[in-house]
């Protein structure tokens, strides 16, 4: 993957308006133009074969549990219509600036998202994925075999490790292992925030599990970096949870928008798990202050949040 330093990324402002929108928007690039330069860096993307492969084990799996298996699922319907297993299969249920694919030499299974050269998400990725970032133990970013750019397009493909859903498919089998895995997003966000970024889109679906406890970030179509702005001010955020003086249309301060979209996933994740947590209920009272000046900053929020875990009980922790 290319090495970058801080040097060449570009700061973004604390102005009202976003980017240029034209660089930002998600891009639904021809794949087939591209196949033969993703497979020289080292991934293939799905065709017909693989999928049909991919049910069969998906059917095989669920007949080994005992569980009934249904064969009409429209994709694998899909793939087996056309004749050709070697052309490229797209996943229906993606958007079209994601294609599903497999990483050559492990055999694992990719995500790939094409992205503008000049967008936010490529500079964020881009910096949150360098060498002397990623090893960092708060930072929950997913992980990211390669950069692939195409400068003549002014395009940069980038290449995930395929993750799932947060909470949707799996519930965490306890209530230490479901803070855990807040701990891990409210982790990612304080990190963001020591580097001067701010996510703006924090929502239950930008954040994926291995299913191993481990808990990841993605799209960060809305990050915004501010390198030398101490006290920057936006407004316009177009994340999927907005504070309420956005959907005024007034300024924010982009952090404390963090920290109040953090409050009400952890009130969602919270719904959909079933744990009915008061202590949780307090601890996001101060984040979802009317008022951003109010709210607390995530690096109180964490300390706040490890204050309350030591005091629930470990019998409750570990209840299943």
């Known amino acids: 993957m290319e090495s970058d330093d801080d040097s060449v990324l570009s700061p ?13 928007a998600r891009r639904a690039p021809n794949w087939c133009a591209y196949r033969h330069l993703i497979e020289r860096r080292g991934f293939r993307l799905d065709t017909c074969r693989d999928v049909k492969q991919w049910y069969q084990r998906y059917w095989e799996g669920l007949q080994a549990s ?4 249904t064969r009409d699922l429209p994709g694998y319907t899909r793939a087996c219509s056309i004749k050709d297993e070697n052309e490229l299969c797209k996943d229906a249920g993606l958007p079209d600036n994601l294609f599903r694919g497999t990483h050559i030499a492990s055999g694992r299974k990719v995500v790939i998202k094409s992205v503008h050269t000049c967008s936010r998400e490529y500079d964020a990725v881009r910096y949150l994925t360098s060498p002397h970032v990623r090893s960092h133990p708060m930072n929950h970013c997913i992980p990211v075999y390669d950069l692939i750019q195409v400068p003549a397009d002014c395009l940069v493909f980038i290449v995930m490790e395929e993750w799932y859903p947060q909470f949707l498919y799996e519930i965490p089998g306890t209530l230490r292992l479901f803070l855990g895995a807040l701990r891990q997003c409210i982790e990612h966000i304080v990190f963001m925030h020591s580097r001067q970024m701010a996510h703006l889109d924090i929502s239950m679906h930008n954040i994926l599990t291995d299913y191993q406890a481990h808990y990841a970030f993605i799209d960060f179509e809305s990050c915004r ?20 003086e956005v959907e005024r249309g007034d300024w924010t301060d982009p952090y404390k928008a963090d920290v109040w979209m953090l409050a009400v996933l ?29 709210r607390p900053s995530i690096a109180a929020c964490l300390k706040a949040f490890d204050a309350m875990v030591a005091n629930i009980r470990r019998e409750k922790l570990d209840a299943c």
């Open 66 to 69: 005992g569980l009934d298996v």
């Open 266 to 294: 952890i009130h969602k994740a919270c719904k959909i798990t079933g744990y009915n947590v008061p202590e949780l209920a307090a601890f996001t009272r101060p984040m979802l202050q009317d008022d951003y000046n109010r």
């Open 12 to 24: 973004t402002s604390s102005a009202d308006e976003y980017d240029d929108e034209d660089v930002n």
């Open 225 to 244: 970096r501010f390198d030398g702005t101490p006290t920057p001010l936006i407004r316009g955020i177009r994340g999927t949870d907005v504070p309420p």
